[in-house]
């Protein structure tokens, strides 16, 4: 199983940039999928969830600026990221997970938002 992540660069504060991870996964709509993001000195943290049902979840720091989507047609998952800010800078990766066993990663793709 494959999750490829991609979008990620460098923007100036205030930019956007629209990551994307798209899957192999044959049954892709019954994942939850999550964004997460890490930075060198902090744990990775939760920054979004799209749930196979149910709303969407984002954590506070990006709440009205992040959208996650997902087109279970093209087994991908989006973050449209609005309004960056220097403290968005990380290495963004996807998960998809639908039980202990079955919980995958992409590989990271870097996001560096300038001040």
């Known amino acids: 199983v494959q999750l490829q992540a991609s979008g990620g660069g460098l923007v100036q504060a205030g930019g956007s940039l629209r990551l994307s991870c798209a899957t192999s996964?044959?049954?892709?709509?019954?994942?939850?999928v999550t964004w997460y993001r890490q930075v060198p000195t902090k744990e990775r943290e939760l920054v979004a969830r799209?749930?196979?049902?149910?709303?969407?979840i984002y954590a506070d720091p990006v709440k009205g600026r992040f959208t996650i989507s997902r087109d279970n047609a093209k087994n991908t998952v989006y973050l449209q990221m609005n309004s960056l800010k220097p403290e968005d800078t990380a290495v963004y990766f996807c998960?998809?997970?639908?039980?202990?066993?079955?919980?995958?990663w992409g590989q990271g793709t870097l996001v560096t938002v300038s001040s």
């Open positions: 998960n998809a997970k639908y039980n202990s066993r079955l919980d995958f």
């Open positions: 996964l044959s049954t892709f709509e019954r994942y939850d």
């Open positions: 799209a749930p196979s049902r149910g709303r969407a």
